[in-house]
């Protein structure tokens, strides 16, 4: 049936685990020092996955997604406005909710000479890479061995002078003790917590799905926790996390370490969500570098980051949104980008949010384009499901209608003529009872997030040289064609 999506009870893409797949490439690159490696990402409900919570029904899966969307913009609306250490922070009653899905990419290396086993979260919203190592003073516990800088050949502190150790600015958390760099780093995203250690360098050994682990090592600058506090994510009885690997904008995160390698480019490309392919079953990649796929022939759209003052995020600048030919005409600065606020997008939130309320004009946008919904499938006499004939957390849900094709799709307007347009077949998610609901959810805070059910079929490319001349391009792509 064209313009719904059909789950099988068996599949959810978005509950990922990757491995990193390292592939070098030194063809096609105008610079002879770049190359290309991919993360190999695994399915979260595979049974191949370290992290597979067994099997739920189709109706569990949909709710669990719904629940950590929501779980995760509630974190981000709370440390905007209280401080981790003031006793209205309810730490566990957020944490909790993320923890229960479990919803986080892992990312298996090697680090060290000779490699020692690490994983690491990959987290597009924080800049430090980092992993507890020994001694660990107070560490929260892990399967696999806590790295031992002295097993090692090629560990170093790194000194003060290092460019990375900024010990003297504003709101950094490095400081200089003895001559050697040091950190005391607290989150304020869905991690929550803090931790205390080393400023250090050392190789970091990339997975070859065909061969093991690569030859090529990189030598990045990372943090040797000694002491973390409150990360309580990573509490549960199978945890094999050790530490994080940051992925914004930050001169600190893994690709603004290898920028030069990879010309600032890293992409990736979401699979459908359809029973016509097995997804939670086949991985699929995360590209670096000249791994990175262009079209042949056509450019594909391209919008600039938003710069925005102490934020390190992928922000954009969101004009408008249309539910299928009919504009919203939000005022301007509906969308303006500050910390917390405006559009982002955001490759670990399962389902788009929309603001309920726009912090300079607040306006309730969710309701608006929920209202155009409503309008368009009422005109298409459609009968929504109302009260306790809605078993599902989304606002808008109709009875399957024979022969219906003539489902709604939404366009985002950038800045310069820019439109996203997320195809009708996947803004809608269609359940086994007979009837199929609207993929959008609304946000209390005043930040609208497109979320990875809005990205499928859709190459996402980053190109995170820096705010003044980022930029992230997107065309419509067979994703599935992606996959190891």
Known sequence: MAG???????????????????????????????????????????????????????????????????AKAELR???????????????????????????????????????????????????????????????????????????????????????????????????????????????????????????????FHFYDDTSGYSSTKFNLFFGCSNYTTNLSMFIDPQNIISGVMGLNLSPLSLNSQLKDRIQGKFAYCVIPWDENFPFDVHALPFDFGDDVVLPPKKIPMEVSYAKVLDANEYYLDLRDISVADSHCFFVFGTFDPAPGEGFILDSTSPITMLTKNATKTGINVYDKVITKLRNYYQLQHLSPLLGPDNPTNYELCYKNKENFTDYAWITYHFRKSVDYVVDAKFMNINYSGGFFCVALLGNDGPQTVLGLFHMQNMRIIHHATDFDHGSIQFYPADCAQDHF
């Open 77 to 203: 609306r709370m440390r905007l406005h209280t401080s981790p250490s003031s006793s209205m922070f309810d730490d566990e009653k957020y944490i909790v909710a993320l923890r229960r899905q479990a919803f986080y990419y892992i990312a298996e290396m090697k680090l060290g000479i000779p490699g020692q086993l690490i994983y690491l979260v990959l987290d597009t919203t924080a800049d430090l890479i980092w992993t507890q190592c020994e001694p660990c003073v107070h560490c929260f516990d892990q399967e696999a061995p806590i790295f031992d800088p002295k097993a090692s050949m090629t560990y170093s502190r790194v000194p003060c002078r290092d460019h990375h150790c900024s010990y003297g600015n504003e709101n950094d958390y490095f400081t200089c003790l003895g001559g050697y760099c040091t950190y005391n780093l607290t989150y304020n995203n869905s991690l929550l917590g803090s931790t205390i250690g080393s400023s250090s360098r050392d190789y």
């Open 4 to 70: 719904i999506q059909k789950f099988p009870v068996r599949s959810v893409f978005l509950y990922l685990v990757l491995i990193i797949f390292s592939k070098l490439s030194f063809g096609g690159s105008s610079s002879k020092h770049s190359s290309g490696f991919r993360l190999k990402l695994i399915p979260r409900d595979s049974p191949k996955s370290p992290l597979y919570p067994g099997n739920l029904t189709q109706l569990e899966k949909m709710e669990r997604l719904i629940d950590f969307t929501k």
